[in-house]
């Protein structure tokens, strides 16, 4: 597995997501929800971005349901890895934003 | 239920306007409701009910790897309206959410790449064709007009998708 992989917001998302099984347009609910609204999957980005994602092995398309032809999808153990580590990649971004931009307004309040 | 039918020919480097004019459309009222090759069948409804998608699949409509991908599409809550050759239109109730169909610069540019390589695989036909035509007919030459036009539209996509490469430098 690459070890510097950084996880574009959509795909951040749709591997949240699939903590639980979901179909596609469940996917781009739940998204949206979660962002308030601030990110929005189309239908044929969140397409291509299920295809290459089951590809890696980071999901995996669960048998289909004979009562219905809407396909669902859910994280695997190699996914939730990703996703481990994209949380603390991105725990690291806010922590160094936070002391450093944190520090300037500190310097500007001696002031 | 009022219906009409408009005749047009858009090229392929052009289906950002053509999707624009379908939405005019669609905006006083009259929805795609039907595609044919340069044909465009409306239906009135409600000004600004529906808002229409279009794009260029990878392989022929009829293929099992885009069926799958058009009921995923309709599973969003968008309705298929037809196709021409590669292309397939869709359209959804302006009032049932916003409806992209590419949300990120990487799946625009995969799409962009479609048209260009098509556009370029036509262009060398029709330059072959024609100079082999040539030899035999006047009439060649028309295939040689049709390859210098396909040649300026695979430059116009090429702008295009430069521009997109740009912006991704940026925001991804």
Same mark, same amino acid.
């Given at each position: ?24 347009? $469940? ?5 949206? !929800? +979660?962002?308030?609204? *601030?990110?929005?999957?189309?239908? %044929? ?33 190699? $996914? ?5 580590? !994209? +949380?603390?990649?991105? *725990?690291?971004?806010?922590?160094? %934003? ?14 | ?172």
């Amino acid at each position: 597995m690459d070890d510097n992989v950084v996880l574009t917001e959509a795909v951040y998302y749709i591997l949240l997501t699939l903590l639980k099984p979901r179909h596609g347009y $469940g996917i781009m609910q739940m998204t949206e !929800e +979660l962002s308030g609204g *601030r990110v929005r999957l189309a239908a %044929g980005t969140l397409y291509g971005a299920l295809n290459s994602l089951c590809r890696k092995g980071w999901i995996e398309a669960l048998p289909e349901d004979y009562r219905s032809r809407k396909k669902e999808y859910r994280i695997t153990a190699d $996914g939730f890895e990703i996703l481990q580590r !994209e +949380l603390a990649r991105l *725990r690291q971004l806010v922590e160094n %934003g936070e002391r450093i931009l944190g520090g300037l307004e500190d310097g500007e309040n001696d002031d | 239920m009022a219906r009409m039918m408009i005749k047009r020919w858009f090229w392929a480097w052009d289906f950002e306007e053509e999707e624009v004019w379908l939405n005019e459309m669609a905006y006083q009222g009259w929805a795609l409701d039907k595609v044919g090759f340069c044909k465009y069948y409306f239906k009135s409804y409600e000004p600004g009910e529906y808002v229409v998608r279009l794009q260029m699949l990878e392989n022929n409509p009829a293929m099992a790897e885009s069926q799958e991908y058009i009921a995923f599409v309709e599973d969003t809550g968008a309705e298929y309206i037809g196709s021409v050759a590669r292309w397939v239109y869709f359209r959804k109730k302006a009032a049932d959410g916003r409806f992209e169909l590419f949300s990120d610069i990487s799946s625009m540019m995969n799409q962009l790449r479609r048209i260009i390589n098509l556009a370029l695989f036509c262009m060398v036909l029709n330059l072959l064709l024609g100079i082999n035509a040539l030899q035999y007919s006047p009439f060649g030459i028309l295939n040689l007009a049709l390859a210098v036009i396909l040649a300026y539209g695979g430059y116009r996509l090429l702008l295009k998708k430069k521009r997109l490469e740009k912006k991704r430098i940026l925001r991804e």
